[in-house]
């Protein structure tokens, strides 16, 4: 099997046992190297206290950091906080400013792909592109559920990739678009709320068997008697979305890097909820050369039932990816 896929892991997998204060910087390096997570993605609010104001003694650190265990920076999780002034957002000069911020934190930090959050304006992305390709940086929009590429919003920013055909401009898959199955960690979370277990079990059906009727679920749940919890989840049915793998592949020559979010690894073999047994070959097949880098998101709705284990779910989501790689043979 002939590729150049590499395996990753975004610090943000780790949230839990950073706040908790389980894990640090060097801690979380450590155990992604372990498993062969070799590429790291960082949040650089996650791990800088006094972000965004690096001193050279962290980034030396940081370095330091990935000499010691093998690794190497991958990513940069960028913000832009759009609603900073209560009167009014952003102008395309501030949003641009704090873009070029997080290029030069990207550039110290070594980290040659900047995830842009799916709600920066289209303007900004494209007004950033000469300074990032200065800098050798590669902005790479996250297409994050609920979005889909034939959205009109995402649109925009693909019209704004092939027009100006910089080297610097790209996508970031999300994988959380490919959610087949309704992750069962979330609407087991709900029965523990409160939900209702008829109607919890209603909306799992609904987004699995018929899930181009998301968008009229709220109202049903309500035509039905549904209480907040309800409510809520019927709500949040509507953030996760499933496309087909394929979907992907008109913009493979886009794809800068892809954030491997998953909810629940049941085993080493099978994530619960992302068919990633269908999307790693076809990812192989037509030329993906980027890191898959693990985004554990299933810490949050297990919290109040168990203690949360985000590196024994990245090893096993990393035990998939060896055997779907091919690294197993």
């Known amino acids: 099997m002939t590729h150049n896929i590499k395996r990753g892991v975004s610090l943000y997998s780790y949230q839990e046992e950073v706040f908790l204060g389980k894990l640090d910087l060097e801690s979380a390096i450590a155990a992604s190297a372990a498993f062969g997570a070799n590429g790291i993605e960082i949040i650089p609010e996650q791990s800088f206290d006094n972000f965004p104001n690096l001193t050279d003694e962290q980034v030396a650190n940081w370095f330091a950091l990935h000499e010691k265990y093998g690794t190497v920076p991958t990513a940069y999780d960028m913000f832009i906080d759009l609603k900073r002034r209560a009167d009014r957002l952003m102008t395309l000069e501030e949003g641009l400013e704090s873009i070029r911020r997080d290029i030069d934190l990207a550039d110290r930090l070594g980290t040659k792909v900047i995830r842009v959050i799916i709600n920066t304006p289209p303007e900004v992305y494209e007004h950033a592109a000469p300074y990032a390709e200065e800098k050798g940086i590669k902005l790479a929009l996250e297409i ?16 704004i990739i092939h027009r100006v055909d910089s080297p610097s401009l790209g996508l970031l898959p999300d994988m959380g678009t490919f959610v087949r199955i309704f992750p069962r960690v979330v609407s087991e979370r709900a029965l523990r709320d409160g939900g209702t277990p008829k109607l919890v079990d209603h909306i799992v059906k609904v987004y699995n068997d018929h899930p181009t009727d998301l968008q009229t679920l709220s109202r049903e749940i309500a035509w039905r008697g549904g209480n907040a919890v309800d409510m809520g989840l019927a709500a949040a049915a509507t953030g996760y979305n499933w496309v087909e793998p394929s979907t992907l592949i008109p913009h493979m020559p886009y794809l800068f890097h892809i954030q491997a979010k998953f909810y629940e690894m049941v085993d080493d073999t099978h994530e619960y909820s992302i068919p990633y047994d269908e999307i790693i070959p076809l990812l192989i097949d037509h030329g993906y050369n980027g890191y898959l880098s693990s985004e554990y998101e299933g810490n949050r709705h297990i919290q109040d039932v168990e203690p949360v284990d985000s590196v024994e779910q990245v090893r096993r989501q990393h035990a998939m990816f060896v055997k779907l790689l091919g690294e197993a043979d």
């Open 144 to 159: 994050h559920a609920p979005m889909r590429y034939d959205h009109r919003w995402v649109q925009q920013f693909l019209e």
